[in-house]
């Protein structure tokens, strides 16, 4: 057997993980929506960070504007259900 060192060993555990993690969830999405491409929308404002910060009120105004784009429903409360 190949010997390893206890970084290595965390290195290739690390990268079976995360594909563990990545394949089942990339597979059901597969099978649950078939060769449906994903709605995406996109939402821009000037002041939603400032550097390195982020502006958490202009944010969850960008967010709620986008998920009733999303779905059509003007009704913020209602689209999010």
């Known amino acids: 057997m190949k010997d390893i060192s206890r970084r290595e ?8 993980t995360v594909g563990l993690i990545v394949t089942p969830k ?17 939402c821009f404002h000037d002041d939603a960070t ?3 910060t982020i502006n958490e009120p202009v944010v969850q105004i960008m967010m709620d504007e986008s998920i009733k784009t999303l ?11």
């Not at 060993?9 to 690390?14: E, H, P, R, V």
């Not at 990339?26 to 996109?42: I, M, P, T, W």
């Not at 779905?71 to 259900?81: F, S, Y």
């Open 9 to 16: 060993f965390l290195k290739y555990l690390g990268f079976g």
């Open 71 to 81: 779905t059509g429903i003007d009704d913020v409360g209602e689209a999010w259900k």
């Open 26 to 42: 990339l597979s059901f999405a597969g099978e649950k929506f078939g060769s449906r491409a994903s709605d995406v929308v996109q």
């Open 50 to 52: 400032s550097g390195s």
